[in-house]
């Protein structure tokens, strides 16, 4: 069987916290997702989409530093991880966790690039081929880093996944937005972080909901910080980004109301059969206009057949009635004629 082709593509994503179950229950509400302990490690969470496993929860090791923050790591497929890793640090990475073996997951390696982001490769032993259209409900959409130099951190990666700058659009004070993907499909955007905004450069992975504003009223109102409010993007989708109750950045996604097309056909079809009863009688009316006068017509042909019959008869009659006399009386002459030649 051939191997599915997974260079490139964002292919699992790991939050790392202090609060595991806080973090079942606010993800399950915001997301739709089912958590289930993986059966070969039970302290491990897996959480379900309708489409399957997207998503992993576990806990930080406690010999980790106290200053290490909870935080979504985003893996990203190689089917050479130990390449790709040699080719990081010869780039400018650093290696955080070397090429090693997970049983039931696939070979791994955690890094970060030249500007300080923290990011994984992979090579995943059940990976499935990637879905045409938008992605799922509940699944990763957009995957977005903040970093000091949006261009380095481009060729950084394009060198090691092959991904092509789709294109750069300028977004005034905060510079130029990079829209990164591969094979014409975008996969999501790198920027230069403002001054004010805390933290090292990282990725922040972006989920996509049913409605990005209700989600993030949901998100704030369960212990969530804000990090932006929700607002629409170039293309119509909704965005929202918060710090989820166990201190983890987030974003959720919504499509455009026009990406669903059963919805808005439904207004347009509903006056429909309002007007149909309306419109019914004026049809009958019309048919019963048109009969009355075909009707009238064949009672007067009627009539008129009933009348030209009745004369028939009647002028048919007379005249027999008026031929009598004269055929009796020719009768008579004949016989008195014969008569009289019998005289003679």
């Known amino acids: 069987m051939e191997a599915v082709d997974v260079r490139g593509r964002f292919v699992w994503h790991e939050l790392m916290t202090r609060d595991v179950p806080a973090a079942k229950t606010f993800y399950s509400k915001l997301t739709g997702w089912k958590t289930i302990p993986w059966p070969l490690d039970p302290s491990y969470t897996v959480c379900h989409a309708d489409t399957g496993p997207v998503a992993g929860i576990m806990q930080i090791p406690p010999e980790f530093p106290a200053e290490f923050p909870p935080h979504w790591v985003q893996y990203i497929g190689t089917r050479d991880v130990d390449g790709i890793a040699d080719a990081a640090v010869r780039a400018g990475g650093s290696l955080v966790?070397?090429?090693?073996?997970?049983?039931g997951a696939g070979r791994y390696a955690v890094l970060k690039d030249p500007q300080g982001a923290a990011f994984a490769i992979i090579d995943p032993e059940n990976a499935r081929p990637e879905s045409e259209g938008p992605p799922a409900l509940g699944n990763f959409s957009w995957h977005e880093l903040a970093t000091t130099d949006n261009e380095a951190a481009f060729a950084f990666y394009s060198s090691l996944f092959g991904w092509d700058a789709i294109t750069r659009m300028d977004m005034g004070p905060i510079g130029v937005y990079l829209i990164f993907g591969q094979n014409g499909k975008q996969r999501g955007g790198m920027y230069i972080k403002p001054a004010d905004q805390p933290g090292p450069p990282n990725w922040l992975p972006y989920v996509r909901v049913p409605n990005a504003d209700k989600g993030f009223a949901s998100a704030t109102a369960t212990g969530a910080q804000q990090l932006f409010a929700p607002m629409e993007v170039p293309g119509g989708s909704r965005v929202a980004a918060f710090v989820d109750p166990t201190g983890a950045t987030v974003a959720v996604h919504s499509l455009p109301a026009e990406a669903a097309p059963a919805k808005a056909a439904k207004p347009k079809a509903k006056p429909q059969p309002k007007a149909q009863p309306k419109a019914q009688p004026k049809a009958k009316a019309k048919a019963k206009a048109a009969v009355k006068p075909a009707a009238k017509k064949k009672v007067v042909k009627k009539a008129a057949k009933k009348a030209a019959r009745k004369t028939a008869k009647k002028s048919a009659k007379k005249p027999v009635r008026r031929a009598?006399?004269?055929?009796?009386?020719?009768?008579?002459?004949?016989?008195?004629?014969?008569?009289?030649?019998?005289?003679?």
Request: hydrophobic fraction near 35%; charged fraction near 50%.
């Open 324 to 344: 009598a006399p004269k055929a009796k009386r020719a009768a008579k002459k004949r016989v008195v004629k014969k008569s009289a030649r019998r005289k003679k």
């Open 97 to 103: 966790k070397a090429p090693a073996d997970m049983q």
